[in-house]
């Protein structure tokens, strides 16, 4: 079966700086896949580069087979909404209302009528867990929880397959980032999609992810999440048995 | 009795004795909802006592399309038929029911959000309304205008302190917001004084030519420059530029919480944001009006020159009689009072917004604009001012 998001010697160079170096990564269908790496190992970089924020210097972007590196604005259209993207900070837009924030990719792609779109925006607002009267809302008026919830539901508005999720969890307390955890294994498993989410959380990873991709040295080493935390390179190590999450890898394997 | 009606791709309809067949068939995702929708429309289920859906022909089926056979479903039961799915009914449509029936966890709501329209008393007539709408224009105008006097009365006690223990000034901040407002902007008031007072000397040259009273062009335009022009125009291209970029910066500023950030530190906004760019514009405003002077000054001669064949000399001379020892001072004393009102109300304004990119747009807007209605107003009073004084 062929890859979901395919990268494939991923060259990003700011500069004097190599951010990335012949990175390659895989993301199958129907799994959560985790990126995780220290600060400034160009996870954001990677990300906006998969979502064609950004050319890189070489190498190839593959979404579903297409290769996004060489096409333009208009090829990219149908490629985009083929995918939701919920930004580390909501990115909500802050002149509309969370209604009309979902609303805005069906206005974008579709063409269909108020009711439906109002229906739509609805169900998706409820699906992510908000209450019905979050809609008439403007994202200032919102909790940090429920923007991050918004933005999934923003994110779903056009029923994507794949999603892309930036630090979903950050800035959460412990409870709402478990509830958001929830949220998130409620989606990939009742709309079978496939979930590609950068995080810092082990607490997300090891609830959620089925694979995990470590970006290191400028590449990244990926593995089920079974098999990473056995990988030796010393960053992996630090990070997978670190005084924080050494209690909860030795709850992971007790149980 | 049977008769076969294909009405889309998506759903094929057969009447039947006991009522209606459905078989669903194709793509219904959420690109192919319109055609869904208008196929489902289509479909009169008035006075059918049965409805039987069969779904297995669906090769895809996402969210939107259960939400849209959803829709069918509910219609089709209000309007009293039964409704039952051949084989089970689709996940999708089962998740739907699920999402929009059980009510949402309240769990996240804002903190300290009260219900905005809860307050609202209903709908009045509409003379009432058209009243109750000026009411309530007057008395946020009300508001504003007292939070506007307080912040122009916490500034000036900020300037003032300030001024007293210079030490705590920022020269650096000063001296950028000097260069940002003035420095930067000679280029474009040295112009504008200059195609102002071109056609300010041609314009009365052509008049006063009539009567034989060339010189007075010389008069007009020295007068003119000095006293109300070179400080007003130059107000007003500042007031456009460095109004709206102090509200737009402390507005974007107050949007990333910069502006918490500082004052949870125990510093004071208004010191450290807002009284370097009102003395940075004290400082440019008259220096820009010296230069405005000078070039409108200038463009006169030009005119005189070339179009009243009037040599410079005799223009420098007319120049030197037509002026009173205060003429120049009457117009330059202004400037730092305009530069006051225009730092005033760019960052008054830009400390007004919070909530969303659009209110940055709007406050920047309504900054411009009083920054220069409030410097045509104190022009106006100056006038009267210096009237009263015979200067």
Known sequence: MAAVVEVRGLVNRFGAQVVHDGLDMEVDADEVFGIVGGSGAGKSVLLRTILGLQRPQAGTVRIRGNDITHLSEAQLRPIKAGYGVAFQSGALYSGLTVLENVQLPMIEHLKLPPTALEGLALLKIRLVGLPADAAAKYPAQLSGGMVKRAAVARALALDPPLLFLDEPTSGLDPVSAAAFDDLVLYLQQHLKLTIVMITHDLDSIFRTCNRVGVIVDRRMESDTLERIVDNPHPWIQAYFHGERARERLGAERGA | ?391
């Open chain 2, 1 to 391: 009795m049977s008769a076969t009606l294909p009405i889309t791709e998506a759903v094929e309809v057969r009447r039947t004795a006991e009522g209606l067949e459905l078989e669903l068939t194709g793509v219904w995702s959420v690109r192919e909802l319109g055609a869904i929708e208008a196929a489902l429309e289509r479909i009169d289920v008035a006075s059918v006592p049965r409805v039987r859906i069969a779904a297995a022909g669906i090769s895809e089926l996402d969210l939107s399309g259960a939400w849209a056979l959803r829709g069918f479903v509910r219609r089709a039961r209000r309007a009293g038929a039964e409704v039952a799915f051949r084989g089970a009914p689709p996940d999708q449509l089962r998740l739907v029911e699920q999402t929009l029936a059980e009510p949402a966890a309240p769990e996240e709501a804002a903190p300290g959000e009260a219900d905005p329209t809860a307050a609202r008393p209903g709908p009045a007539e509409p003379g009432d309304r058209a009243l109750v709408a000026i009411g309530r224009y007057v008395v946020r105008s009300g508001h504003d205008l007292v939070a506007g006097l307080a912040f122009f009365g916490r500034t000036c006690v900020t300037l003032a302190a300030n001024l007293v223990r210079p030490w705590r000034l920022r020269p650096i901040s000063i001296v950028r917001h000097v260069y940002d407002t003035g420095i930067t902007a000679m280029p474009i008031v040295a112009l504008i004084a200059f195609l102002i007072c071109v056609i300010l000397a041609y314009l009365s040259a052509q008049q006063l030519r009539g009567l034989g009273a060339d010189i007075y062009v010389v008069d007009l335009v020295t007068i003119g420059v000095l006293r109300e022009l070179g400080v007003l125009l130059t107000s007003v291209i500042v007031a456009g530029r460095s109004g709206s970029s102090f509200a737009a910066e402390l507005g974007s500023m107050k949007l990333n919480e910069e502006v918490d950030a500082l004052t949870a530190t125990g510093a004071d906004p208004i010191e450290l944001l807002v009284v370097p760019r009102v003395l940075g514009l004290a400082i440019a405003l008259p220096l820009l009006t010296v230069i405005a002077d000078l070039i409108g000054l200038t463009g006169g001669a030009l005119l005189c020159r070339f179009l009243l064949d009037m040599p410079l000399e005799q223009y420098v001379n007319r120049v030197n009689e037509s002026i009173s020892a205060t003429t120049f001072w009457v117009g330059i004393i202004k400037a730092p009072v305009f530069a006051l009102l225009i730092a005033f109300a760019g960052c008054y304004r830009g400390m007004q917004v919070r909530g969303s990119a659009r209110e940055l747009g709007h406050l920047v807007t309504v900054a411009v604009v009083q920054a220069i209605f409030l410097v045509i107003l104190a022009d106006a009073l100056f006038a009267v001012l210096f009237m009263r004084m015979k200067i």
